[in-house]
Nanobody, 122 residues
């Protein structure tokens, strides 16, 4: 029922900026809380940024001063604006939806997009 489609990934240089998009339905954005995760080769999928139950944003310490999650309800799209990218940001980025639980808890998310690759060269 819930379909999430990420886009916007690509190859960039360290220090560059990139914006990722997650397209969803109006119904999904009204009834679910959205978040972004990433997974590098050989590593666990980790939390990046997401919306809390009160609609505030919360980000991992590693990205909180550089990444910003936002939503455009008119376009039914969730964004992840990434600035000052580093080589260690290289990963597949996923958007996901949860109905409850902690914003940073991977296990709380019931639906996931297919992922989009972000590669940062140093």
């Amino acid at each position: 029922q819930v379909q999430l489609v990420e886009s916007g990934g690509g190859l960039v240089q360290a220090g560059d900026s990139l914006s990722l998009s997650c397209a969803a339905s109006e119904r999904t954005l009204r009834n679910w809380f959205m978040g972004w995760f990433r997974q590098a080769p050989g590593k666990e999928r980790e939390f990046v940024s997401g919306f809390t139950w009160s609609a505030a944003t919360y980000s991992a310490d590693s990205v909180k001063d550089r990444f910003t999650i936002s939503i455009d309800n008119a376009k039914n799209t969730v964004y992840l604006q990434m600035n000052s990218l580093k080589a260690e940001d290289t990963a597949v980025y996923f958007c996901a939806a949860r109905s409850g639980g902690a914003v940073s808890d991977r296990r709380a998310y019931a639906y996931w997009g297919q992922g989009t690759q972000v590669t940062v060269s140093s």
